[in-house]
């Protein structure tokens, strides 16, 4: 049923129709709506047989969706930034003990500085944690994957993440294709655990593991993701069978065919890159890009088959790993380790920052002539930088290198 | 004991007396028919203080629940010695998840079990003093405050022992532990306020709170039993001791723990909805000193010089619980 209506809303209406039994709420910009959706549905009744549970923490958020997932329910919480990282101890844990769990990353970056805009530094953080990555380009995708998420997770007895990028996605109004009750139903079964708490056949669940064993189980882990790898395609086209659009996936390549320089991004950035790749494409130039839903499992093979005739990639990476440069861009060399390909890194996007077309179509160009430097700061305003790294040399006690920054740019934070 | 009008203990002993009662009152340990949920062949020390809590509380829980009961585990020693892989000793559904956050997975349990229509099974969740009064403590006033549908249980050896005795929130003044050692002018760990759970527990108004000493198996066993079929969130703190940690002799492990009772250092109360409703009083008071001299870690407070003024303190602390749960006149026997 096609609807008007904000991107937390769509997925709060989603989640609602895969009938979960137990979700958890901590509030945190820029997932908040989505929580007080489903807040709502289960209080007025039109969300059945689910327990909504207001927390005292992320860390006791997932903490109760780790219980609850264990006791059989189907198991739901939404997060980002700070909280993710709260949260950190047991993300590790829920993935760890195989629980299927599907969570929302309303995607924001991490502080300090605090900043309440999107990036990829929080979901990032957690990459080796376990859990399945799926990254939405927009915001129908964010309410689908959801839907794949629940199924992907229980199927293989790992937890999933669901990042869309916070406001871009989460608080932007589109017209979105809501599925029917009817069709969740018919498509998506009831939980059924691999292992559960119940007195009728007690088992001890979380057991300490000394060596001699724990390689295994991490193996495990390992196998989950790459079992992973082939059920991520193969249920995006079981959806696509049955609710009729294309949504999820390992990558999704826009006009690579003959393109000798191809973009790689994560999430609703891909929009934007590929107006670019149309604006160049119209003037002949051979660019093309390809955009990530499943970050973990990382498809290497898939990435690297579709990178294979370029000449040069450009990664477009909405976090930072400082000293090294990009994560996204680290998993695309990885994948095309065997082939003698330019990569570019290009941080962009941190804290909100506006990534424009404008700036696109520049830097692909840049790239191209094979001007730009391996890691690349998109748009980096470097006086102000400089202006503080020349305060800094002059006296010891240069003081908090944000205010200054933010006091020379005469800005206010909110301007930004 | 509130419950039981007679005394039945024989004379000059603290024997429970069971083959004095009726079956429907003996011990749960007494029946051949006991969950043995916590199994032997497990890996905690001789004279474990926490083995014989947990022991007693989770068969008096399995009673209680009819057998229907999920156990959530904290981090700590009685996970550790209790589930070395393969091995189990639970005889229950039991889940370890991780050192702060056992009344949130046993809350979310519980929500689970809610969401399908199975308020029978019932849930508990067990900590050590450091995953219940330092580290678990934000998930533990949540699922309070939320009132779940929890009985939290607390097994407290006063510090870190499954990592090698550190000072922990429960700790009392003047013990020595790995991280507050008996050197220095002021040996041992700070005279500071004290962290009492259960008085936390009370201020939350929760429908039962309770304590209870492995000295008194018994009285443990009747408070767990009751906590149990209450529904919303209950909360039973036992002391027990740990003869690596308190230097201790094994066999002296009741010994130590009822001192700890009859000196009015642990006092045994039972709260309803944040009131004393029930304390079971001092039968024979002894002083402190005699808690303080079986362990050793208090031996500085008395070599090589005694500590008189930390004696008195200690003391105080004894004498204020006494005065404040009125062990001594007006409590119930």
Known sequence: MWKQIEGSRAVAETVAMCRPQVICAYPITPQTHIVEGLGEMVKSGALAGCEFLNVESEFGALSVAIGASAAGARTYTATASQGLLFMAEAVYNAAGLGLPIVMTIGNRAIGAPINIWNDHSDSMSMRDSGWIQLHAESNQEAADLHIQAFRLAEELSCPVMVCMDGFILTHAYDRIDVPLQQQVDAWLAPFEPRQVLDPAAPVSIGAMVGPEAFSEVRYLAHHKQLQALDRIPEISGEFLEAFGRESGGLLRPYRIEGADTIVVALGSVTGTIQEAVDELRADNVAVGSISICSYRPFPLEAVGRALSDAKRVVVIDKSLAPGLGGMLATDVQMALSARRQRVYTVIAGLGGRTITKASLVKLFLQARADALESVTFLDLNWDLVNRQLSREMATRRSGPAAENILKDLGALPSKI | ?333
């Not at chain 2, 969950?35 to 809590?53: D, F, W």
């Not at chain 2, 018994?218 to 906590?227: F, N």
């Not at chain 2, 309803?272 to 500085?300: C, D, M, N, S, W």
Request: aromatic share 8%; charged share 20%; with cysteine.
């Open chain 2, 1 to 333: 004991m509130p419950f039981y009008q007679i005394k039945f203990y024989q004379t000059g002993t603290f024997t429970v007396g069971n083959r004095l009662l009726e079956d429907s009152d003996r011990a749960v340990q007494s029946d051949v028919k006991r969950s043995n949920a916590l199994n032997s062949g497990h890996r905690a020390c001789q004279g474990c203080g926490e083995a014989l809590g947990a022991r007693y509380a989770v068969d008096a829980a399995m009673r209680a629940s009819g057998g229907n009961l999920v156990a959530v585990n904290a981090t700590g020693c009685l996970e550790v010695f209790s589930t070395p892989y393969p091995e189990t000793s639970w005889q229950v559904p039991w889940m370890h998840s991780l050192f702060g956050n056992a009344a949130a997975v046993a809350a979310g349990v519980a929500a689970a079990m809610k969401a399908q229509g199975r308020t029978n099974v019932r849930v508990i969740a067990q900590g050590g003093d450091g995953g219940t009064a330092d580290i678990g403590m934000g998930c533990l006033s949540g699922m309070f405050e939320r009132n779940d549908d929890v009985l939290y249980i607390c097994y407290d050896n006063e510090a870190y022992m499954n990592t090698g005795v550190q000072r922990s929130g429960t700790t009392p003044a003047g013990a020595r532990t790995a991280t507050t050692p008996s050197v220095g002018s002021q040996p041992g760990n700070v005279f500071g306020q004290g962290k009492s759970v259960p008085l936390i527990a009370m201020a939350h108004g929760i429908p039962y709170v309770a304590t209870a000493s492995v000295a008194n198996l018994h009285d443990l066993e009747y408070k767990v039993e009751k906590a149990v079929p209450i529904h919303g969130a209950r909360y039973i703190h036992i002391h027990v001791p740990c003869p690596l940690g308190w230097g201790s002799e094994p066999h002296d492990t009741i010994k130590v723990a009822r001192m700890a009772v009859e000196s009015g250092l642990f006092p045994l109360f039972e709260a309803e909805f944040g009131e004393v409703t029930e304390r079971t009083a001092i039968r024979r008071r002894q002083p402190a000193e005699e808690y303080l001299k079986l362990q050793k870690r208090f031996a500085h407070l008395f070599r090589p010089v005694r500590d008189e003024e930390r004696i008195a303190a200690i003391q105080g602390i004894a004498d204020r619980n006494i005065r404040r749960f009125e062990l001594e006149n007006g409590g119930a026997s």
